[in-house]
């Protein structure tokens, strides 16, 4: 018995299932992966303890030189894998980096330039219900309705007539890459910062698969829980000079520090601040450039699988780890494609695509990602099977027989891909 079954098996027993759910079933959710043991090892230990209000060498509290050593190898981890002048490891997710890197770059009802929610940008780059868009003043910017590409021209048209304060890169479901230069000159033309959010490809930045926003950006900011395979958490990478305010007292890096500490947060989780250390080291082994190309070449397989057995997607393609498939022509709405491909064991979800013609909480499209099916060894091939399985799930959603094979093969499938082996809550220590 584990102490944890011991103690408290409710919770115990749950956590069982929840790692069962996913040994047995294809986990496609294009922004979840899988970490490994060593992350999992850091998650969970007495780090949690800490209270390490501040930064390496200026803490509020005693008792932190292992907690120094830990998060000064984390930053210096991050700033060997990307290149970067500067890494803050504090944010605890996404969203507070990105809240953030706004107020170290604006003042609340500044003009912050984000790609649309409904064309792929995510809640923090506007959202109306999120404090994105109440506190800054949001312009959008999309992607064209024949080719659903980014037209850099639209968004330099938009920047010269709106002059933001800050041009953000990034999204979370648009499946090709970015021109980081093209949005760079537009920021100079204007005097904006750019800022990327590479939460979803930050993954495949790490391991040299996609164009790379460090030589362009101001500041980046990135999960590490997506396709960089490490802890729930965050990042936010910045130049240090300042090169929109070089006047001011406070360089870019002092202001980026700033804003997480002691502006939005207290301390720092010092346990996952050391899993992403773990990751990091993890990325920068040679064998995590292959892992990013895999992701793109299994995407890309899915793809053409999709679509040769009847399945329409966005943009026809993809360039990095997610497809984004629009179910209209199967008759189908993406919570209906969602739920009935998490009956067979499918892990997906439900997604605007561009100019869609149903409601953001019933739209049209589902997102389908590759990096947690990776990371478990699957090859193009499979992803090929996996489309197949997919198109037929959505084609028959009535004909039991049908679904009850699908639900076979992704048996068959994850035990030819096993997941955190061994494992159990119930095996004697
Ligand atoms: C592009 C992007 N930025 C930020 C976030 C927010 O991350 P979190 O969920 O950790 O707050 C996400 C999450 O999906 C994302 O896709």
Known sequence: MSHLSEFDPEISNAIENEINRQRNGLEMIASENLVSRAVLEALGSPLTNKYSEGYPGKRYYSGNEFIDNVENLAINRAKELFGAEHANMQPHAGSQANMAAYFAMAEPGDKIMAMNLAHGGHLTHGSPVNFSGKLFNIVPYGVQQDTHLIDMNEVRDIALREKPVVILAGHTAYPRTLDFEKFRQIADEVGAYLMVDMAHFAGLVAGKAHPDPFLWADVITTTTHKTLRGPRGAVIFSKIEDRIHPEDKKNLAKKIDFAIFPFMQGGPLDHVIAAKAVAFKEALHP?????????????????????????????????????????????????????????????????????????????????????????????????????????HTLHNPNQNDILEGVRKKVEAMTQAHPLYDGWSYETPE
């Open 287 to 391: 064998s995590f450039e292959q892992y990013a190309e895999q992701i793109i070449v299994n995407a890309q397989a899915l793809a053409e699988s999709l679509m040769n057995n009847g399945v329409d997607l966005v943009s026809r393609g993809t360039d990095n780890h997610l497809v984004l498939a629009d179910l209209t022509k199967t008759g189908l709405a993406g919570k209906q494609g969602e739920t009935l491909l998490d009956s067979v064991g499918i892990y997906t979800n439900k997604n605007m695509v561009p100019f869609d013609q149903r409601k953001p909480m019933d739209p049209s499209g589902l997102r389908i990602g590759t990096p947690a099916l990776t990371t478990r060894g699957f090859t193009e091939d499979e992803l090929k099977q996996v489309g197949e399985m997919i198109a």
